[in-house]
């Protein structure tokens, strides 16, 4: 009885440790796109780059939800660096589907972001990448003073959502280097390189910048300042992200980044 009772908890503890994996396989892989600038009137122009920072600030506050695993956006924009789609101001549904598969996401999210006089209006929906169909379409009404309260909406929105995992279907977040080309006499593109498996997803975002209000004029500048970073700037994307924090004082996002700037020593 006494072996018996040892083999038992053996057999248990074991089981303990083989859960985790098996829960992470069953949670859906996401790739957060950036959102296009719907904005109107004599300024909309001025937030043309403002959907790369919703873009990371929505990927780090889904990153929060325990149920999905997050793309990173330095791995979405390697894969766009590499497709040649980095400079695409607007995600149309072939783009979405096309890097959502590269990157081996199970789902794609990206939409718009309208600042009007009045409020705001953050709209996003998902891609399911086995179909490719359109769906879940979500429209957030707000303040542009308060651009995080609209992520903040739209990630739980989205959490509230329960996207999940098709059976047999696993998923692999793809690193860079799985640019796409098409052979002579096919018409499908062909993936030149197999990707590796990555272990590694985005990381939540700190609870204090979740409550924290950033209006529509930090928030474009913290988009600028990733945009910098794109471009290998790193001097100028400090610049801008000092700049967030004047208007913002404490952002969380904003001293990671200038504290990764210092330790590579710029």
């Given amino acids: 009885m006494r072996t018996l ?26 790739a957060v796109l950036h959102f296009d600038n719907n904005s109107i009137g004599a300024t909309s122009k ?28 330095e791995r979405i924009q390697a894969v766009l660096e590499e497709q040649n ?4 101001k607007a995600i149309d549904p072939a783009t979405a589907v096309k890097v959502g598969k590269i990157l081996g996401a199970h789902y794609v999210i990206y939409g718009g972001f309208m600042n009007m006089p009045g409020g705001a209006v ?19 009404n707000g303040n542009a003073s308060d651009v995080m309260g609209l992520i903040g909406q739209l990630s739980s929105r989205v959490g509230a959502l329960k996207l999940a995992v098709k059976p047999g ?4 977040v793809k690193q860079a280097g799985t640019k796409e080309t098409t052979p002579p006499g096919t018409k499908e593109p062909a993936q030149v ?11 939540p975002i700190a609870p204090a910048a979740k409550t ?11 988009a600028s300042a990733l945009d910098e970073l794109d471009n290998k ?27 990764k700037l210092g330790k590579s020593g710029h």
């Fill in 5 to 30: 009772s040892q083999m038992t908890r053996v057999l248990a503890a074991a089981a303990s440790f083989a859960l985790p994996a098996v829960t992470a396989a069953q949670k859906p892989i996401i």
């Fill in 46 to 73: 001025d937030y043309d780059g403002i959907g790369k920072g919703i873009q990371e600030l929505l990927i780090s506050d889904l990153a929060g939800n325990a149920n999905y695993r997050l793309v990173d956006r």
């Fill in 85 to 88: 789609l980095a400079k695409t």
């Fill in 122 to 140: 953050l709209t996003a929906h998902t891609t399911d990448m086995e179909t490719s169909q359109i769906q879940n379409p979500i429209k957030i």
């Fill in 169 to 172: 279907d696993s998923g692999v």
């Fill in 193 to 203: 390189k197999q990707a590796e498996k990555v272990e590694t997803f985005a990381k």
């Fill in 212 to 222: 924290m209000k950033l209006d529509v004029a930090a928030a474009n500048l913290y």
């Fill in 233 to 259: 700037r790193p001097a100028k994307a400090a610049a801008l992200f000092q700049q967030v924090l004047a208007k913002a004082p404490g952002f969380p996002p904003a001293e990671e980044h200038l504290k």
